[in-house]
Nanobody, 130 residues
Framework: QVQLVESGGGLVQPGGSLRLSCAAS????????IGWLRQTPGKEREGVLC????????NYADSVTGRFTISRDNAKNTVYLQMNSLKPEDTAVYYC???????????????????????WGRGTPVTVSS
């Protein structure tokens, strides 16, 4: 089983940048898709972007395209979320999640939908405010 731990959240001014990390242990991420999702109080969790480590394909929500980038460091078994040009509406708790079956990968990675998986991190908060 894979365990995920997010880090890197914090307070940043509008227009600023942050890099979030999703560090995995217990298993290599080679055969997983890793998604970044976010949630604000009173709203449902939403998919932001995803990387399918099986083929390297990525998918981004329209709201973050051109501003956020997902990448992976194989040696560190870690997936990163680089967030630039941050806006107040990006304020949320950011979670990473991992799936490895084809149906879940299709749903989470290419549909950016929430899926039933045991592999979630506990989240890291991001606040964009002046």
């Amino acid at each position: 089983q894979v365990q995920l731990v997010e880090s890197g959240g914090g307070l940043v001014q509008p227009g600023g940048s942050l890099r979030l990390s999703c560090a995995a242990s217990g298993s290599t991420l080679d055969y997983y898709a890793i998604g970044w999702l976010r949630q604000t109080p009173g709203k449902e969790r939403e998919g932001v972007l995803c990387i399918n480590n099986n083929d390297g394909k990525t998918n981004y929500a329209d709201s973050v395209t051109g501003r956020f980038t997902i990448s992976r460091d194989n040696a560190k078994n870690t997936v990163y979320l680089q967030m630039n040009s941050l806006k107040p509406e990006d304020t949320a708790v950011y979670y990473c999640a991992a799936v490895h079956d084809d149906l879940s990968i299709q749903a989470m990675c290419y549909g950016l939908r929430i899926v039933d998986t045991n592999y979630w991190g506990r989240g890291t908060p991001v606040t964009v405010s002046s």
